[in-house]
């Protein structure tokens, strides 16, 4: 890769980010910016190794379990 | 037995109390004086209580000397890792978006410790948030490790490990998200147990990554880590996460033995995926011998890679800690230290999507771990290298290699890291041992043993070398 085309890369994934940071409300500053896409870069491929294509049926760890939030002191009638 | 009274165990202070031979505020006033001689140099502290301990410590031997000990706890000196909530008593969290932030109520950790008549010495130093450091741009500077100090404690629970090595307590409460109680513990030679999920209840103790923190003890034994365990352990049906579980007598399970116990390593973790040492590699080879020596036997076992369950913790931890400081993030980005916000700020741009897969992961990675266990009792690795030098890291180093102690946050099982002698620097080695869901009496049970068959508990810090190191940081301070 040229250093024109990488650095025209590095610039897209940037903006990107800019974009998908600005979606989640924050308005990053250059400086800011900049430390996320450097978390992005260990980030990125740490997603990438996440395993998908499961089971439809395959469950999350998290199963809703709605006793845990009953009030104090409430009975399960 | 030693004769500095800060240096003696929960068990041994508690026997002494009990029998009239201890005074709780001769031990109170022994640790605070530690405190005043050595903390300038570790740091271990962000808010020391020495008024309440005193008073505490008072008002203990008073119903003690009327006959009425409350138990082992009753006038030990302790601390707390500064996110458990105090009433009146400041929790940082070691951020200055806390700095000022005083509690109204205390957390059910510190009201269980109250209750069986524990004396509160302060509030110890931390990472930010128990997630982000060592930084330097924080509410205090960051812990130093008791052994060297131009060496880290290890974190996030950094303050707590190095007040017990030191005699600046003889207990602390820290928090494990995916190793910030064992690793302390491991830099900094003493015992740390990570309880199984649901065992000790978070509320109170602010948070990291809710379907990953732990709470949890530390202290020098794995003796007394069974008698502090038993005092904060049972039901909190206010924190969601809490187990409904019966809590075992921790301490009556210590056998002294493993006879009969079969234990599994998960050699290809430390052999091919993340090589450990080649110290840490003898250091461990000696302890599995005195495991079987014990009466144990072991086996070698295979789990899925240690990449899979730190990339699975990682991506969950990110979206949750996100979700717990986007508002302080967008509107005063400044009161973060650079090392928790680089680490916040990425999971701002995880989609929903990857954060159930990785739920979905987990719960693979949950099932094959308690499969293992059809087969074993416990598992047993190396825990962390010694510690190296504190100094300003790059925050990424937290994404760049996995580690031995994650897995257990992920699948939730119980494991503490004792101490597994030292290094040709000093250094402690360490050991981590993990055992089924709800069952750290095995783990507690062969941690004690295995300290009472090796030397290792009998060599503390150099006290006097610390003094003189806090004499030399008062002067360079007061310049």
């Known amino acids: 890769m040229s250093e024109t085309s990488a650095q025209s890369e590095a610039s897209t994934r940037l903006e990107d980010l800019r974009v998908l940071a600005a979606h989640a409300g924050l308005p990053l500053s250059p400086a800011h910016l900049a430390e996320l896409a450097d978390a992005w870069s260990y980030i990125e491929p740490m997603l990438g190794r996440i395993r998908r294509n499961r089971p439809h049926a395959d469950e999350p760890a998290h199963t809703f379990v709605p006793l845990a939030f009953r009030a104090a002191g409430e009975e399960v009638s | ?479």
């Open chain 2, 1 to 479: 037995m030693s004769s500095d009274p800060t240096f003696l165990t929960i068990a041994q202070a508690s026997r002494m109390i009990a029998a009239k031979t201890l005074s709780p505020v001769e031990l109170a006033e022994a640790c605070l004086a530690r405190m005043d001689a050595v903390d300038a140099a570790l740091c271990s502290y962000i808010t020391p209580t020495p008024e309440l301990a005193l008073s505490q410590a008072r008002a203990a031997e008073a119903e003690i000397m009327r006959g009425g000990s409350r138990g082992a706890l009753h006038g030990i000196p302790y601390s707390l890792k500064d996110i458990y909530e105090t009433a009146g008593i400041r929790t940082t969290g070691q951020s200055r978006s806390l700095a000022d932030y005083v509690p109204k109520q205390d957390c059910p950790a510190q009201q269980a410790l109250n209750k069986a008549g524990g004396v509160l010495l302060g509030k110890t130093t931390t990472w930010e948030f128990a997630h982000g450091g060592p930084s330097w741009d924080v509410v205090a500077p960051p812990a130093h490790n008791p052994w060297n100090t131009s060496r880290h404690p290890a974190g996030s629970s950094s303050g707590s490990g190095a007040a017990i090595a030191a005699g600046l307590c003889l207990a602390s409460m820290g928090s494990d998200t995916g190793g910030s109680i064992r690793m302390p513990a491991a830099a900094c030679g003493i015992a740390g147990i990570k309880p199984t999920y649901g065992r000790v209840s978070r509320r109170g103790v602010l948070p990291n990554s809710f379907s990953h923190d732990h709470a949890g003890p530390m202290a020098w034994t794995s003796e007394d880590l069974a008698i502090l365990l038993e005092t904060v352990s049972g039901h909190d049906p206010l924190d969601p996460g809490s187990a409904d579980q019966p809590v075992p007598n921790y301490r009556a399970a210590l056998s002294g033995h493993a006879k009969g116990l079969k234990i599994g390593v998960p050699w290809a973790w430390m052999e091919q995926e993340a090589p450990i040492s080649a110290g840490s590699r003898q250091a461990l080879d000696a302890a599995l011998e005195v495991l079987c020596g014990l009466g144990a036997t072991v086996q070698p076992i295979t789990l899925p890679s240690l990449l899979a369950y730190n990339d699975c913790k990682r991506v969950i931890a990110m979206a949750e800690l996100f979700s717990i400081h986007e508002n302080t993030l967008r509107t005063r980005p400044d009161l973060f230290g650079a090392s928790l916000r680089y680490r916040i700020i990425g999971g701002a741009v995880l989609r929903a999507e990857d954060y159930v897969q990785a739920m979905r992961m987990r719960a693979e990675l949950a099932a094959a771990m308690q499969a293992v266990f059809e087969d074993v009792d416990l598992i047993v690795t190396h825990c962390a290298e010694p510690a190296g030098k504190l100094e300003p890291t790059s925050p990424h180093w937290m994404f760049a290699q996995p580690n031995y102690t994650t897995p257990f946050n992920s699948a939730g099982n119980p494991a503490v890291s004792v101490c597994n002698g030292f290094d040709a620097d000093g250094m402690p080695y360490s050991l981590q041992i993990a055992g089924r869901l709800f069952d750290e009496a095995t783990v507690l049970r062969v941690g004690d043993a295995y300290e009472k068959a090796t030397a290792w508990r009998a060599r503390r810090p150099d006290i006097a070398a610390l003094a003189a190191e806090a004499a030399a940081c008062r002067e360079t301070a007061a310049a």
